[in-house]
């Protein structure tokens, strides 16, 4: 079991350190950084752990997680800088920064990991997706694997892909969380009490996912098993598609994949 810093701990540096407790880590193993005496002293509470000055964090730690806004992510590295010793491995889930920022930043050959977690490591259902860089060997994606495999599920993919994970799965539960809003918004348009139209939809929600990773069927067999001839669900779908939902979801997660490029050419 490594010592693992993690720097800002935001929702979801505050979802890593969670999920590792959850997962048996001890509170020793854990250390977080914090911007206020205020949320240092949260934190301590909350979860039990060390809440440290950032450089003291940076020298006890086998493993660095970056977990600060991307657009602080260049300050804290400057600040930092004669606390790296390039041999722990450090991972950015700094949204839409590249490995080669970091990189450029730390001493020469540290290991750099490039993740892409998202919320739903808060119950160990993360979708986390990590890109090693140039001096990342296999033995620091495998440490990096063990962290956040506890969270969730984990993937390895080339960077070049990492702007269209966070338009999809970065971002993914928020797109879920707007269409559950509107469908317990038309159950109580319709009469049904709030709290049994959420019921309704958290339900469905969680057993259509479960279909999905369950099943082996794609999508579209799903739907269509679902869609009788002249029913009511394909009365819904067509309504769906009048509205041009499909095109919809296609042009924001575009939108979420272009502004993730955006965010690297701001700040790097």
């Not at 892909?161 to 928020?174: L, R």
Request: charged fraction near 25%; glycine fraction near 8%.
């Amino acid at each position: 079991m490594r010592t693992v810093a993690v720097l800002g701990a935001g929702k979801m540096g505050q979802a890593i350190v969670s999920g590792l407790l959850r997962a048996g880590w001890s509170g020793d193993s854990v250390v977080a950084t914090a911007r206020s005496a205020e949320r240092a002293a949260e934190l301590r509470e909350a979860y039990g752990i060390r809440v440290e000055p950032n450089a003291e964090a940076v020298r006890h730690a086998d493993v660095v997680v970056v977990a600060v806004k991307p657009q602080d992510a260049g300050a804290l590295l400057e600040e930092l800088s004669g606390a790296f010793d390039g041999g722990a491995p450090v991972v950015s889930i700094c949204a839409g920064l590249p490995v080669a920022f970091f990189e450029k930043r730390l001493p020469d050959e540290t290991p750099v990991i490039r993740a892409m977690p998202n919320t739903p490591a808060l119950v160990d259902e993360a979708m986390t997706v990590l890109s090693p860089g140039t001096h990342a060997s296999e033995s620091h994606l495998a440490a990096v694997e063990e962290l956040f495999k506890p969270l969730g599920r984990t993937l390895v993919v080339d960077e070049r892909h990492q702007d269209a994970v966070t338009a999809i799965s970065g971002s993914g539960p928020a797109y879920f969380y707007y269409l559950a809003e509107a469908m317990t918004e038309a159950g109580v348009l319709m009469g049904l009490p709030r709290a049994i139209a959420k019921e309704l939809v958290t339900q469905t929600s969680l057993g259509a996912a479960r279909m999905l990773r369950e099943s082996g069927s794609s999508p579209v067999e799903l739907r269509e098993a679902v869609e009788s001839p002249a029913g009511t669900t394909i009365s819904a779908v067509r309504q769906l598609e009048n509205h041009r939902a499909r095109s919809a979801v296609t042009d924001a997660i575009e939108a979420a994949r272009d502004r993730a490029r955006e965010i690297a050419e701001e700040y790097a």
